[in-house]
């Protein structure tokens, strides 16, 4: 397996899109995407567990009943949730593309994303969307940044990997980078692979992998309407359909998992308003529920990430967070160390304080990615969670959102 | 019932002083408070229920498994909490002021908030004892200044009620305003009464009361190792003891809740870099579970906070922190609105948005205090949940508070 270019026109037979179509003010901000598959593709979703549901979480439900997709729609700027005519909206956005694409628009995965609670109006979208379909190519960008609402980078990544002989390719965007707390679901991420996989496979290994990607990340503990992650599998690699667990299924979860992995971090690390990426690591925990609900509190913790955003090796908040997670730990043999490309601190053992140097604490927390690694020394489980700093600047972005 | 001045020196027979010792480097703050009853008074605890527990809260436990205390001392400037000798030091706390006093150290109720992991010196304690005492006056305010960290405010109040024709007096101190998300338990609350009461009932009362009080409050998401809630009540009112259910005890709890409730709006308000206290009033829930899941999830949710920073009616996130908060609600029956000393403004009806004037909306949230009202429509059950908005301010205290 190796990272290559092309994010999702990686895969054979992908292509995608992104234009400005009005939804947003700001000309210079694309604000519909689009994915298309030149073969109908198995596709697998996994939703947000949020009771509040966007309106295109919905219609995608009913779409991809059958177990099939050939395209992904896109807006930002507005989530389409909360209003009174969003089915409505979000099934014509469906019909109108497929009209143009020439395929039924119930093989069309619908999404939005934005300010909750504004009707959405349909004329902008079915103004850009024959420019939309024309300019469709095989290049990621303009649909990696027609999602972003307040991210600052487009998140793209792409993975290679053999099946049976054959080369196969997976590729994904994402949009962060607020209300980022996914529960059995996520953010908004788009996959595309030529990978021959049937749907039952496809999503039995997209809902074990959002279990240690996607779920294990927060930017500030607020679980999104309209989180979706989808994957959409063509086949058009050739190799033999995977059907059953094995090899080849155990292969392919590993590339699956490499693209969720690369774009969770970037989740993370474009979180609103942050300077820093957190990565928490647990080991020696007695059960991997323990591992993934200390390494969550703490990534949580607002004091935790204010502490990050200032460089302050500030451990208390960490063995307080571990404290007050929920989870059955014994705190007296409990090591905490901060580590980054500067060096690694060890600042608290057996549940106390250590002496250290607060110089190179400040060396150490003063990168731009920081581990905070917590050993629970109470057995073999261990978990990674991905969050980032509490900054100003998220208060600024997050004060004025609408305006 | 009435609200009278004097604080925790409102009932008969205590006293209170604080002192600057030298546990904080700054000699203009005061770091040891010392509350103290002439007679041996009942005690009633609530503590936190974070894993990761300060010394003083193990020691404090012991001390009033009798139902006994008659004076509590408090640092501010460290919390006593994961370091190796804190139970030592925390004894040593007790038994130093306890000699002080002429009484046993085991009646003593300690306490300690500030840094985590930090040895806790206790040389500047033991230096400062005699001058604690010495200062002992019917005077609450030195007492409630030692005790503050970040606070800005001192927080105090107090209540006269009458029992059996007697007139019986009730009040309490509290430190805020980080680490605030009590589970069963709170931030540093210390109430004083002269009313007569079983220890029992005391502890019922208490109990009871921290549910929909200081269990209802939250600044930051963060379950403090160090919260604690005491009540001593001396009987030197004169009433005849309440040692059962009835009037009598009803009268009490009445009198113990406007205290604390009093209490959390302070420790709300004052909130780590707060401008605002938000009240959330849920009505219309299913059950009382319900209703008290709604508006924590609201309080807690840091989009909601910041918006509300930005005077900004983004509903939405209302909405979206019901959907995620686990509660089992109808979202299409949900009404939201938005009300303060400048008037009301409904901005959602049956879980949609509904026209309302964005001019109106601003006034409504600048002011100080804003209520958000959510109807569930669908039962009689309610609560009310306190917080505060998320501002620069908070991540600049959080981001050096060691510092």
Same mark, same amino acid.
């Given at each position: ?34 994915? @298309? ?24 439900? #009913? ?21 009174? #005519? ?103 991420? @788009? ?110 913790? !607002? ?36 580590? !980054? ?15 250290? !140097? ?46």
């Amino acid at each position: 397996m190796k990272q290559i270019s092309g994010g999702i026109c990686a895969a054979k037979g992908f292509t995608a899109s992104g234009v400005h179509c009005g939804i947003r003010k700001n000309k210079t901000k694309k604000d519909l995407a689009l994915i @298309f598959s030149e073969k109908k593709a198995t596709a697998a979703c996994v939703y947000t567990t949020n009771l509040v549901k966007g309106a295109p979480i919905t219609v995608t439900k #009913n779409n991809v009943a059958d177990g099939y997709a050939q395209a992904v729609i896109c807006n930002s700027g507005n989530a389409n949730t909360c209003n009174a #005519n969003g089915i409505e909206i979000a099934e014509e956005m469906c019909s109108l593309i497929a009209k143009e694409l020439g395929i039924s628009a119930t093989d069309i995965i619908v999404a939005s994303t934005g300010v909750i609670g504004q009707t959405l109006d349909i004329a902008p979208i079915a103004e850009g969307i024959p420019a939309l379909v024309k300019e469709l190519k095989a290049d990621s960008d303009d649909a990696a940044a027609a999602i972003m609402t307040t991210d600052t980078v487009e998140k793209c990544v792409s993975y290679s990997f053999e099946i049976g002989g054959k080369e196969c390719k997976i590729g994904g965007i994402a949009k962060g980078s607020g209300m980022i707390h996914p529960n059995m679901a996520t953010m908004l991420v @788009f996959v595309t692979t030529d990978c021959a996989i049937s749907q039952q496979m496809l999503q039995k290994a997209l809902s074990e992998d959002v279990k240690s990607s996607f779920n294990m990340v927060s930017v500030d503990g607020d679980t999104s309407t309209n989180d979706m992650v989808s994957v959409m599998a063509n086949g058009l690699a050739g190799n033999e359909e995977i059907v059953a667990e094995g090899a080849d299924f155990d292969e392919f979860c590993k590339a699956l998992n490499a693209v969720t992995t690369h774009l969770c971090r970037m989740i993370a690390g474009d979180g609103e308003g942050a300077t820093k990426l957190l990565e928490c690591i647990v080991d020696g925990a007695d059960s991997k529920e323990t591992a993934v609900t200390v390494s969550k509190s703490v990534i949580c913790s !607002s004091l935790f990430k204010a502490a990050m955003f200032g460089a302050d090796a500030n451990w208390g908040r960490v063995l307080c967070a571990i404290g007050y997670s929920g989870a059955d730990v014994d705190v007296n043999k409990i090591d905490v160390s901060f580590k !980054s490309a500067a060096g690694q601190i060890d600042v608290c053992k057996n549940g106390a304080g250590i002496d250290f !140097s607060e110089e190179i604490a400040k060396e150490v927390l003063t990168e731009k990615e920081i581990q905070v690694l917590i050993s629970l020394n109470s057995g073999d489980f261990g978990a990674t969670a991905w969050g980032c700093d509490l900054t100003y600047d998220y208060v600024k972005i997050n004060g004025d959102y609408r305006t």
